[in-house]
């Protein structure tokens, strides 16, 4: 679907927020891998509302979640843009899909490990196991 309105550097700030909102429509729309990470998100979120995390925790963990969805949304425009620029296989095009998939990857990765160390240390925080090792 073609935009319908092009982007202009003197949009006042309601266009540039409607412009914004129709591009996170977009980038959004029939992404399985961000609904994917979107689901996991709001399941991250239950978990630490569950466990009683900290503030930090949670700062922690939303930036992780923000950076996750900020690269599959700069992956998203990076095929948009790719199929603007050709319908047929080229290298060049092909190469940067694959890197900007690995920067989603990356992102997730790192996001894993993050919510793997909040939620451990909460858990042993809520079973006293580490009261139980200093002892």
């Known amino acids: ?17 409607r412009c914004a909102f129709r591009g996170l429509r977009r980038g959004v729309r029939g992404q399985k891998s961000f609904l994917a990470h ?19 925790e949670w700062c922690i963990l939303l930036s992780s979640i923000t950076v996750v969805l900020t690269a599959e949304m700069l992956n998203s425009a990076l095929e948009w843009m790719a199929r603007a620029i050709s319908d047929e296989e080229h290298d060049y095009l092909g190469t940067a899909l694959d890197i900007g998939a690995a920067a989603v990857l990356i992102a997730s990765l790192g996001a894993s490990l993050v919510g793997l160390i909040v939620f451990l240390h909460r858990l042993g925080v809520l079973l006293g196991w580490w009261t139980n090792l200093l002892r």
Do not use: G, I, Q
């Open 1 to 17: 679907m073609p935009p319908t309105e092009p982007y202009t550097p003197d949009d006042s700030w309601p266009e540039k927020f």
């Open 38 to 56: 979107f689901a996991l998100a709001a399941a991250v979120v239950v978990c630490a509302a569950l466990m009683r995390v900290s503030l930090l």
